[in-house]
């Protein structure tokens, strides 16, 4: 009897440490996919995580074709105008971000990054072309994406692209709420940012003025073949979520930019209207 009573309780310590086991692993897993802002190593998380969206699936119903002329914002620049420039235009070098208004993995890039590139745009040492895609719309459905990114490009026209797209990733929805589909709230974040909640702002919101540009930067996206977003670009070479084998922070950016620029001088043209 004390045999059978000592095999019971050896089987008990041993479901008892298995069970242990297993809490370690759903906790460990748990805690890989938790998103803080703050700790940089969760952008390598976030590529991860972009790589998904961008592969999980094609154009849905949210990157349905758009009607009408396609008409660039005021200042876009590069080819087919698909790019909002930040920063001054002689700047040494130049950082090409591809993002997604509702992507949670551009959010944490942008949160852990933004003083860090608002310091080198700022400086002279660089400048940013933003461009714009559409992959949760496609991957999830909705609008928000296309509609946050034609509210973005009428903040463009108002020559306050940067602080605008600023808010948005401050005040990003969750992935799968379709919060910013809605005109209303885009205006209401527009009030935010000094100067942008105007007449003009509203009706190029409402209208869509930009929805066509939207689409064929979503394409222009698709036909680059890229990974997912964000997709970041030092002087044309991917740094997220790493470059070689050192991991993004704003550390390292401040690095890798100091490094490109060796022997040029900063840029001082005027600042473009959209980082105003």
């Known amino acids: 009897m004390s045999e059978k009573n000592h095999d019971g309780r050896r089987a008990a310590r041993e479901r008892l440490l298995q069970d242990r086991e297993l809490q370690k692993a759903r906790d460990k897993r748990r ?14 998380l976030a590529a991860v995580v972009g ?11 949210g990157d349905s ?40 993995a551009c959010a944490q890039f942008e949160n852990v990054m933004r003083n860090t590139i608002h310091e080198l745009t700022d400086s002279g040492q660089l400048k940013v072309e933003y461009r714009l895609a559409t992959i949760i719309d496609g991957n999830l459905g909705g609008n928000g994406s296309r509609r946050a990114a034609n509210a973005a490009a009428c903040a463009q026209d108002a020559g306050k ?6 808010v948005l990733y401050q005040n990003q929805p969750p992935e ?8 209303g709230r885009l205006i209401e974040l527009a009030g935010k940012v000094q100067g942008l909640d105007t007449p003009a702002f509203r009706d190029c919101v409402e209208s869509g003025a930009h929805d066509s540009w939207v689409e064929k930067s979503g394409e222009a996206f698709h036909k680059g073949d890229f990974k997912g977003t964000p997709t970041v670009l030092l002087n044309g070479q991917s740094i997220f979520p790493q470059r070689g084998n050192e991991q993004i922070s704003p550390e390292n950016l401040k690095k890798w930019v100091t490094e490109a620029n060796k022997g040029k001088k900063p840029g001082t043209a005027q600042p473009s209207p959209s980082g105003s």
């Open 176 to 183: 799968t709420d379709d919060a910013f589909a809605q005109n």
């Open 65 to 104: 074709a758009s009607t009408g002329p396609v008409t660039a914002p005021s200042g876009a620049e590069g080819e087919d105008a698909l790019a909002l420039p930040a920063g001054v235009s002689d700047a040494p070098s130049t950082l090409t971000v591809w993002e997604d208004f509702r992507c949670p």
């Open 161 to 166: 692209f940067v602080p605008y797209h600023d």
């Open 51 to 61: 790589v998904i969206a961008a592969n999980s699936g094609g154009k849905g119903k």
């Open 31 to 44: 805690r890989l996919l938790i998103v803080s802002a703050a700790v940089v190593g969760v952008l390598g």
